[in-house]
């Protein structure tokens, strides 16, 4: 009770031009919108900006909040049309498609009870998916399954009829089981116990910077995938994963790589260095005691993001088998090689 009423002194306070109380008004709120905003776009840059943008526009109207409705619906629903601004503008820009991992380190700011929620919706393998469908579906879908309204609340928000709308959502879902089906971008994560998944990782690093080729062909799954987003390349298989690596990165070189080890998507990730500098990050996909997916993020300014330096020496407090823990964790064929510089992975 007393919750609710101190949001009632605050939003009456904002409604009254007290910006400080329109701060803490939203706080709670932000990590959820920054989700929904990285869900719609793909990107951090732009979950950012959509964010941003989001409070700015309900700074600005919140004097006309009725406070009848809720206001987390009502911040949801400016935020879903910035976003869709946004994919509007990237579509006249003809930008190319990106998708970013999403750093573990922001989803401490939830509540136990809406990360467990989350933990569905933040999988890479589905944030993938979702950059795959056309803007109003994409909204469609995580309106109706992600937040839970109704097809007549969507209805509402997209200017649509139910129909239109709950024909949007079947599309959508079938895109998705195909795509789940496929393992287009990469494999969903199936996270063993924790001390399991600890090992694993570890003896990944010890490989690679090892150059234990055989080591780490031993660790991945059958049919595993490697992936580098945004390339189209796909190599399938842990031979034909093994041999790329014999060959490509750094020219096979990787003891030439330092791995620090961190998570993205709720799922094990590593930093990679390649001669002491910041190159990229890689998450991973683990199927049951194996690893069954490769995710390489080549943009290296990334690594900032999870709260890494851009050099090793400047590397604290991270060694081999140190992987930074989840906030769930700490409460419980032949592959088509697409252009990549041969300087590294």
Known sequence: MADIARERQLLAA?????????????????????????????????????????????????????????????????????SLTTLAQRGRRREEQRLDPFPDRLLDELTPEALAVEREWVELA?????????????????LRDVLGWSAREVSEQLGASVASVNSALQRARATLARE?????????????PNAVERELVHRFVTAWEATDIKGLVQLLAEDALLTM????????????????????????????FRLVETGANLRPAVALYLDGDAHALMA????????????????????????????????????????????????????????VSAGGL
């Not at 069954?292 to 851009?310: H, K, Q």
């Open 14 to 82: 904002a409604r009254a031009g007290d910006q400080r109380a329109f701060e803490l008004l939203t706080a709670p709120l932000r990590p959820q919108l920054h989700l929904h905003c990285y869900r719609m776009l793909g990107t951090l840059d732009d979950a950012d900006d959509a964010v941003q943008d989001t409070l700015v526009r309900a700074w600005r109207a919140i004097a006309r909040f009725e406070p009848r409705a809720q206001l987390q619906t009502w911040l949801f629903r400016i935020a879903t049309n910035v």
């Open 180 to 192: 789940r089906e496929g393992a287009g971008l990469t494999k969903r994560h199936s996270p063993p």
């Open 284 to 339: 991973l996909g683990l199927a049951a005691d194996r690893i069954g997916a490769l995710t390489r993020f080549g943009v290296p300014d990334l690594l900032s993001r999870f709260d890494l330096p851009m050099t090793y020496a400047e590397v604290a407090g991270y060694t081999s088998g140190t992987r930074r823990r989840s906030p769930l964790e700490e409460g419980s064929g032949e592959g088509e090689h697409g252009e």
């Open 126 to 142: 589905f944030v993938a998916a979702v950059q795959l469908l056309p803007p109003r579906q994409r909204a469609v879908l995580l």
């Open 229 to 256: 987003p945004p390339l189209p390349l796909r190599v399938t298989g842990r031979d034909s994963i093994g041999e790329f690596l014999r060959t490509r990165p750094a020219g096979g070189s990787l003891d030439r």
